[in-house]
């Protein structure tokens, strides 16, 4: 997803002033289903604070248990609190030290950027274990699920990248149905756009954010969707260095599938 720089104001919802504390708190992030995050505090008191609608079929305490699973192995968001009530759910973390890689790309250097996401992404692969990960999000289940939301009309071809917009729902389902072998299990963030990695100053990453659909995958999975991000939020060319700062040569099999399956899953 491109990282959208917000204008407020907005309604800050009842539970995000209560987990603010009294502390002011200010827009960092709103989505395409209407979740907001918002930032509060200073210091170590600094924290972020995610609510998603009702209506957005998200909830965040899938998020909550991811990241307390991937703690002890990479720099994620410490969970400070989640719940849910009938307008939406909300999941309130401690920040991590760093800006996102598309913000600080599109001010900046987007070179350093790519390279940050590249290599904080294949530092991620090799710190979260395969053997003892509870979650999927491998093709097939995910595939499972696009059937399903298709079954119930929930799937919407205009909101597609412009390639697969044409296949139309059916179409992109049966290519969809062709997986690919995998190149390598490992732990998938799930959602890794640019936005998603933290950058220092200094050109380096610092950690990852947004893991409401980390779980077992190809690699692919990720690294497909992080080169199209690149593309997104930086323009055309980038693909090649974000593939050489992982480290893996290119894939264009495996990333035409992972971005048509992206499109039907996301």
Known sequence: MIDEFPDPP?????VVRAAAGGQAVQLAWRNELGGLTFEAGQGTSRRFIKW???ASGIDLAAEAERLRWAAPFHPVPRVLAHGADATGSW???AALPGRNAARAGCSGDPAAAVRAIGTGLRALHAAFPVASC???WGAA???ADARRKAAAGQLDPEGWHEVHRPLGVADALRRAADIPPADELVV???DACAPNTLMTPDGRWSG???FGLLG???RWADIAVAAWSAEWNFGPGWEELLLDAYGVAPDPERARYYRLLWDLSS
Do not use: E
Not at 10 to 14: E, I
């Open 188 to 190: 998938c963030h799930g």
């Open 52 to 54: 998603s609608p009702i």
């Open 208 to 210: 990852h954010v947004d």
């Open 134 to 136: 509870p979650f999927s």
């Open 216 to 218: 077992i995958g190809d």
């Open 141 to 143: 289940d995910r595939l």
């Open 91 to 93: 999941l309130v973390t």
């Open 10 to 14: 907005v309604t800050v919802p009842a």
